[in-house]
Structures are given as structure tokens and as C-alpha cells.
């Protein structure tokens, strides 16, 4: 058969990937497995947002009298719940939840401790915007029995998986596990996800940058004399560049990977170490564009190489195409 009627699910992929790395236990594809099945979950109810009205809104009963749930809550429980029983982590960790989340006593642990923003851009549902889910996976550090809090908190270089649901005109799921990142494409009418972009690459330099530019008033001046430079005109490094800026990072970073350019979320006065998590945002795009041939800073340091101390701690983030993080990080430096 002509190889491109080849069609690969997510499953296969995992599997045929796995099966190239001698020792492989399965583990880790039964895992990704179980994650893919909760993302086709929440993609139910999030393609369902738009019928609120019709069927109840969050903090309401629904017409069958049920509690509706707010989606990010939702989406919260249905990771957890897909995960928790199939013995491949010791421990998770959750953007909605203060402590991490242990895996109950009737089910035994595993090797892996999973992380993850169940839904990302929340504050775009209700306008029929784009929203998504990031997911980190470390291996296990401590011994054996009921995982903790160390787990969880391992610096971003230590990853062995990450990756985002994008929730959108059509719904994708793009990871990465340190052999490149692959994007798939889930074709509702058979429920699967089928590989679509094989070995995604952020282009070296772009033309767009990305940021919540409201705050450009709290920023530190450094910072403003980078945005004021991509506002200038110069055709030789190809400026202005164009300003494109959604509000939910999946997406935001979604475009970057695919377009090149930079998506940032410096400190600024409001918040002096940044809006974003270390743990479940900033860590696993990092990963992901870096594996892309991309760059993720904090304007000093490389994201991966922070040291976390506490699990829903913040960053300034700046990520995208390597020259254009690398020309950001010279002006915050002061360098420019
Ligand atoms: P979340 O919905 O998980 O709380 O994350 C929201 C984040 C992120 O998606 C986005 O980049 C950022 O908040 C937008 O912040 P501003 O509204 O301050 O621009
Ligand atoms: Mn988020
Ligand atoms: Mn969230």
C-alpha cells in the first residue's frame, strides 16, 4: 500500500516509539493511552460550552437536575479520574488543587508523576475562543509506595513527556518525548487522534510577537525598549513585526510553534515573577519548543534549568523562535 494511505493514531505512534527504545516496559504508552482518552472527554464537554443556556450554566442544575460543573473544574476531575486506577503514577499534581493529588488506596502506584493545567485560557470559553490542556510527566524519584511531593517537583529538564490540547476550529494534541514534537489531528467521526504533523519544527526567527500589552505600563524599561524596537521599521530584520495575541497560552504558543515569533508573559509590576505556572504551563511548552528548535527563557535563565521550590510557583516567560528569544533576552539583560 502507497505510504501515505499509512493513517497513525496517537496509540500507534506511542507504541511504535516506544518499541525503539530497547527496555521499554509499556508503561509509558498506557499511560499517554489513558491521558488521550480524558482529552476526548473534556473535548465532549468543551465542544458542548455553547449550550449553557440551553443546558444549564456552571454554579446551576442542569435540565436533567444535575450539579453543571465550571468547565476548568470539570476538566480537573476527568484527568484525575481517568488516571488515578491504572498503575502507572505515584502521584499528580493539578492547577486546580493546592497539595498533590494522591492515588487512592485501592489502586496500586506507579513510576511516573503527572502535572497538568486541566484547562487552559478558561477566561475565552464562554466566548467560543480558543482553550486547551498542558500536561508535564516526570519520572518518579522516590522510591516505591505512594508518591510525593519531590516527585512533582523536578526541574523542567527532567521531563520525559510533555505535551498540549488545543481545543479549536479542530481539536489537536501535540507532545513530545524528547524525540521531537508530533502533532495529531482528532477526527471526530472515529474518536481517534491521526498523526498530521510529523516532526513539527519552530521556524529560526519569525515575525509576530505576543503579549498582553495592556501591562506595557507596569513593564521594566528594558522590556519596553524590546517592544519598542519590534514596533520600528526595518525592512533588513524584517520589522515591524505584526502583534497577534489570544489570551489563552495553549494557543498563543500553539501559533508561535507552528509560525515562529515570540510569545511572552514577563514580570511586571502587578506580578513581579509573572502570571504563569512554572509547573504545568511554562515547564512542558518549554520542552515542547525546544524539542521544536525553539528557545524558553525567563529572560536570564533557561526555563528548564529552574530549579522549582514550590508547585504552583510563577515565572516570566519568554518562548518561541531562537533568535527572537535570544534577541529578547539581550534587552532584558540590558545588553541592547
Ligand atoms: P488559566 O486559564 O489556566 O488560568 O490560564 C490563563 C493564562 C494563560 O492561558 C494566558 O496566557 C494568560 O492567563 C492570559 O493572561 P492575561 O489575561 O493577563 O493576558
Ligand atoms: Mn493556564
Ligand atoms: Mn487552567
Not at 473535548?43 to 446551576?60: F, N, P, T, Y
Not at 485560557?121 to 475562543?129: E, L
Not at 526595518?234 to 510569545?263: C, E, W
Not at 515565572?315 to 540590558?334: H, K, R
Request: contains cysteine.
Amino acid at each position: 500500500m502507497p505510504d501515505q494511505q499509512k493513517v497513525v493514531t496517537i496509540e500507534r505512534h506511542i507504541i511504535e516509539g516506544e518499541r525503539a527504545h530497547p527496555g521499554a516496559t509499556g508503561h509509558f504508552s498506557g499511560l499517554l493511552r489513558d491521558l488521550t482518552l480524558a482529552f476526548k472527554v473534556i473535548w465532549r464537554e468543551v465542544s458542548k460550552a455553547g449550550l449553557v443556556d440551553i443546558l444549564g450554566a456552571a454554579g446551576q442544575t442542569n435540565v436533567s437536575g444535575d450539579d453543571v460543573k465550571k468547565l476548568d473544574v470539570y476538566a480537573d476531575e476527568v484527568i484525575y479520574k481517568a488516571m488515578d486506577h491504572g498503575g502507572h503514577l505515584c502521584v499528580m499534581a493539578s492547577e486546580e488543587n493546592e497539595d498533590v493529588l494522591h492515588i487512592p488506596d485501592q489502586y496500586p502506584t506507579g513510576r511516573y508523576a503527572l502535572l497538568y493545567d486541566p484547562l487552559d485560557g478558561s477566561s475565552n470559553i464562554d466566548a467560543n475562543v480558543n482553550i486547551g490542556t498542558i500536561f508535564s510527566i516526570y519520572r518518579r524519584i522516590s522510591p516505591s509506595g505512594k508518591g510525593r511531593l519531590e516527585d512533582c517537583l523536578q526541574s523542567g529538564y527532567k521531563q520525559v513527556a510533555a505535551g498540549y490540547v488545543i481545543y479549536g476550529s479542530s481539536t489537536m494534541l501535540v507532545y513530545t518525548t524528547g524525540d521531537g514534537v508530533h502533532g495529531f489531528t482528532l477526527d471526530p467521526s472515529i474518536g481517534e487522534f491521526l498523526l498530521s504533523h510529523e516532526d513539527i519544527r519552530i521556524p529560526k526567527r519569525g515575525k509576530i510577537y505576543s503579549a498582553n500589552e495592556g501591562n506595557f505600563h507596569r513593564w521594566d524599561e528594558n522590556l519596553k525598549k524590546y517592544v519598542q524596537y519590534l514596533h520600528e521599521e526595518d525592512k533588513n530584520t524584517n520589522r515591524p513585526y505584526s502583534q497577534r495575541y489570544i489570551g489563552s497560552m495553549v494557543a498563543d504558543v500553539h501559533r508561535t510553534l507552528l509560525y515562529g515569533g515570540i510569545f511572552m508573559y514577563p514580570a511586571d509590576k502587578k506580578n513581579p515573577e509573572g502570571k504563569l505556572r512554572l509547573m504545568y504551563e511554562c515547564n512542558p511548552m518549554a520542552f515542547i519548543i525546544e524539542q521544536a528548535g525553539g528557545r524558553a527563557s525567563n529572560g536570564k535563565q533557561r526555563i528548564l534549568d529552574i530549579q522549582p521550590s514550590t508547585l504552583h510557583q510563577h515565572t516570566p516567560l519568554f518562548i518561541g523562535s531562537e533568535e527572537d528569544v535570544a534577541l529578547a533576552e539581550e534587552f532584558i539583560q540590558g545588553k541592547r
